[in-house]
């Protein structure tokens, strides 16, 4: 089994559909994709001397050639490491370093940045630059290959966690693994059918990379916006010319679509689905989007080592939470995938009942096999099967699945545990805040007391004092902030999450001249 069918298969099923936009231009229609795909498979082993197993790393901004280089690369037999093209060359060429990749896709103003790194990396035989014209087209006239067969468990993507603790580790994903994900997405999320298409806004290198994988098997389009990236006047406009839209978003991304849609009038007759996730959405922005978009907002909770694939909340149990009974389902992530069993454990791995906060751990099909070259972080966290995936949530009676934290997130102070994601909640209920960061730090008395780290709202004046008797009337008193600090920007990492490990450095000393003592 080798994931590089999903695409063999549509260009002779799905032909003359299209396959690739840049914004509202098609550029190629299935058979035309599958066709430049097998010509540089082609290239990469006949020319470029690549072998079946060979990592081939991916540091590109979203771009049609994004498409052509997975699936090249899976075709020829070899394993994609996709990077976020967002980080700094420092943690590039570790992970390039660490993953030993022999080959690099990358494009102008990356290419240049990459390019003194090469002589330290000495697996690194070729760096191929997609927007250097000729030279890069040029590979399209090799013959073309047929596609290699490899083992289900053989990997093929090897996922960089994001790394918001520690050095990023590289989950190894099977082509079983993305092939369960595919499944995942259709039994989870929806159907995808003709005349879909998939709008890539977030980094592909993520969420959306991974979802071209079912949007392949169906024979949708795929539609790279112009800017490479996300932003939100472009998403509308590009509604324009595309039908059944869907995009795959992270909470801010919906949020600042929400926003957006408030400025102008926006028609939503072709957007399909918002599927949300990669962090938490919380629910007073979730309100606000439904408000907006209507029903069209699907969740899944997934993580790099069980992409996309732990639980999902679809557009229709979004919709069945309009009651008193049910909508505290909103704050939650939803059901547990059908492919994949979860549980939620004690710290031997027992699992709770409803309403008992733990582990929550997955096994099936979509669970990496491992970190690559790591085994004793593999070893931490895949026990018996289960993917111990650090989050803390419970069940509830019916089965919906409720986060409350990272495990490393949770603040334990004078003894009781403190989920930040609840206090969080709170405080984002406050008109004045625009964003909120809520961690633990080190404190002689308490062993760790709570610290909220607040972006105001533009033009508020809020302070310390105001927040704390807005969470005196809301939550216990024990879980309020001890202190507040005021920041311009919360220090967030490529993927647009907030480095609370930074923040916890930075206000590590209990003695801040900006801390309101309480
Ligand atoms: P990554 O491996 O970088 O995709 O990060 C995965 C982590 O993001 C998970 O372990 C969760 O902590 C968080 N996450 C992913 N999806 C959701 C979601 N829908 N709601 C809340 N947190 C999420």
């Known amino acids: 089994m080798?994931?590089?069918?999903?695409?063999?298969?549509?260009?002779?099923?799905?032909?003359?559909?299209?396959?690739?936009?840049?914004?509202?231009?098609?550029?190629?229609?299935?058979?035309?994709?599958?066709?430049?795909?097998?010509?540089?498979?082609?290239?990469?082993?006949?020319?470029?001397?690549?072998?079946?197993?060979?990592?081939?790393?991916?540091?590109m901004k979203n771009s049609p050639a994004?498409?052509?280089?997975?699936?090249?690369?899976?075709?020829?037999?070899?394993?994609?490491?996709?990077?976020?093209?967002?980080?700094?060359?420092?943690?590039?060429?570790?992970?390039?370093?660490?993953?030993?990749?022999?080959?690099?896709?990358t494009g102008g103003a990356l290419a240049e940045l990459l390019r003194p790194l090469q002589p330290e990396l000495p697996a690194l035989a070729h760096l191929i630059d997609v927007e250097a014209g000729e030279e890069y087209q040029a590979l399209f006239a090799a013959a073309p290959l047929e596609m290699q067969p490899c083992d289900p468990s053989a990997p093929a993507w090897l996922f960089y966690t994001s790394g918001t603790t520690g050095r990023p580790k590289g989950a190894v994903l099977s082509h079983r693994n993305l092939a369960a994900m595919v499944a995942g997405y259709y039994l989870g999320v929806e159907a995808i059918g003709p005349g879909d298409s998939l709008l890539h806004a977030a980094p592909m290198s993520h969420g959306s990379g991974l979802y071209?994988?079912?949007?392949?098997?169906?024979?949708?389009?795929?539609?790279?916006?112009?800017?490479?990236?996300?932003?939100?006047?472009?998403i509308f406009e590009l509604l324009g010319c595309h039908t059944q839209v869907s995009l795959f978003a992270a909470p801010t991304m919906v949020r600042r679509m929400t926003e957006a849609a408030g400025r102008t009038q926006v028609n939503l007759d072709n957007l399909k689905t918002i599927v949300y996730g990669g962090g938490p959405m919380y629910l007073d922005d979730l309100r606000r989007a439904m408000a907006t978009f209507?029903?069209?907002?699907?969740?899944?909770?997934?993580?790099?080592?069980?992409?996309?694939?732990?639980?999902?909340?679809?557009?229709?149990?979004?919709?069945?939470?309009?009651?008193?009974?049910?909508?505290?389902?909103?704050?939650?992530?939803?059901?547990?995938?059908?492919?994949?069993?979860?549980?939620?454990?004690?710290?031997?791995?027992?699992?709770l009942p409803p309403g008992e906060l733990g582990e929550v751990c997955v096994r099936g099909d979509?669970?990496?096999?491992?970190?690559?070259?790591?085994?004793?972080?593999?070893?931490?966290?895949?026990?018996?099967?289960?993917?111990?995936?650090?989050?803390?949530?419970?069940?509830?009676?019916?089965?919906?699945?409720?986060?409350?934290?990272?495990?490393?997130?949770?603040?334990?102070?004078?003894?009781?545990?403190?989920?930040?994601?609840?206090?969080?909640?709170?405080?984002?209920?406050?008109?004045?805040?625009?964003?909120a960061a809520v961690i633990g730090v080190p404190d002689p008395e308490w062993g760790e007391v709570v610290v909220a780290c607040i972006q105001r709202e533009s033009g508020h004046a809020l302070s310390a004092d105001e927040l704390d008797a807005f969470c005196l009337e809301r939550i216990a008193r024990?879980?309020?902030?001890?202190?507040?600090?005021?920041?311009?920007?919360?220090?967030?990492?490529?993927?647009?999450?907030?480095?609370?490990?930074?923040?916890r450095t930075r206000f590590a000393s209990a003695a801040t001249p900006e801390t309101p003592q309480r």
């Open 2 to 59: 080798n994931v590089a069918n999903l695409l063999v298969r549509a260009a002779r099923c799905f032909a003359k559909r299209p396959a690739v936009a840049l914004g509202c231009r098609v550029l190629h229609d299935y058979e035309q994709l599958g066709a430049r795909v097998t010509a540089l498979a082609g290239a990469l082993r006949t020319r470029l001397d690549l072998q079946p197993g060979d990592r081939v790393a991916i540091v």
């Open 66 to 105: 994004y498409i052509e280089a997975l699936f090249a690369t899976w075709h020829a037999g070899a394993v994609a490491v996709p990077i976020n093209a967002k980080l700094a060359a420092r943690e590039i060429a570790y992970i390039l370093q660490d993953c030993g990749a022999r080959l690099c896709f």
């Open 212 to 234: 071209i994988l079912p949007f392949v098997a169906a024979g949708a389009l795929h539609i790279i916006p112009g800017s490479g990236g996300f932003d939100a006047e472009e």
């Open 294 to 351: 209507g029903n069209r907002l699907a969740q899944i909770y997934g993580q790099g080592e069980s992409p996309m694939t732990i639980t999902a909340m679809s557009k229709a149990l979004h919709a069945a939470c309009d009651d008193p009974a049910t909508e505290h389902r909103l704050t939650s992530v939803g059901l547990p995938q059908p492919l994949v069993e979860v549980r939620v454990g004690g710290p031997d791995g027992t699992p």
């Open 366 to 435: 979509t669970v990496m096999s491992g970190y690559w070259n790591n085994p004793a972080a593999t070893a931490e966290t895949i026990k018996d099967g289960w993917l111990y995936t650090g989050d803390i949530g419970c069940f509830d009676e019916a089965g919906f699945l409720y986060l409350k934290d990272r495990s490393k997130d949770v603040i334990i102070s004078g003894g009781t545990n403190i989920y930040p994601r609840e206090v969080e909640e709170v405080l984002l209920e406050h008109p004045g805040v625009a964003e």
């Open 478 to 503: 024990f879980k309020r902030p001890r202190r507040y600090h005021f920041l311009d920007e919360l220090p967030k990492n490529a993927y647009g999450k907030i480095l609370k490990r930074e923040l």
